[in-house]
């Protein structure tokens, strides 16, 4: 699987972003899909996940009630659809794609392929 992560840009604090994920391959469905995050000088924290077929969706404290992922298994893409943004958001996101079963998966080691990040600042 190969993964492309676009989207990212600056914003205003309060404002919105929608990230978005294509992956390749006929196998997407099979994965579970997560969100990371890595600011400046941190190490990179998961953000929220997706399960194979879309039904059940997990988030970090952080940024629940502010930030919903979806996913289109037809078109094999997944959305991180991020509203209320605060400075502390500011960082290069990341896409990932994990073939474990256990739902959610928020450590970074399951996940075998991933994106190549994208970047989101939030101004004050």
């Known amino acids: 699987v190969q993964l492309q992560a676009s989207g990212g840009g600056l914003v205003q604090t309060g404002g919105s972003l929608t990230l978005s994920c294509e992956a390749s391959?006929?196998?997407?469905?099979?994965?579970?899909m997560g969100w990371f995050r890595q600011a400046p000088g941190k190490e990179r924290e998961y953000v929220g996940g997706?399960?194979?077929?879309?039904?059940?969706?997990d988030y970090a404290d952080s940024v629940k009630e502010r930030f919903t992922i979806s996913r289109d298994n037809y078109k094999n893409t997944v959305h991180l659809e991020m509203n209320s943004l605060k400075p502390e958001d500011t960082a290069v996101y990341y896409c990932a794609a994990s073939p474990l079963s256990r739902f959610p998966t928020r450590d970074t080691t399951p996940y075998d392929y991933w994106g190549q990040g994208t970047e989101v600042t939030v101004s004050s």
């Open positions: 997706i399960s194979q077929h879309g039904i059940i969706t």
């Open positions: 391959g006929r196998t997407f469905r099979s994965y579970i």
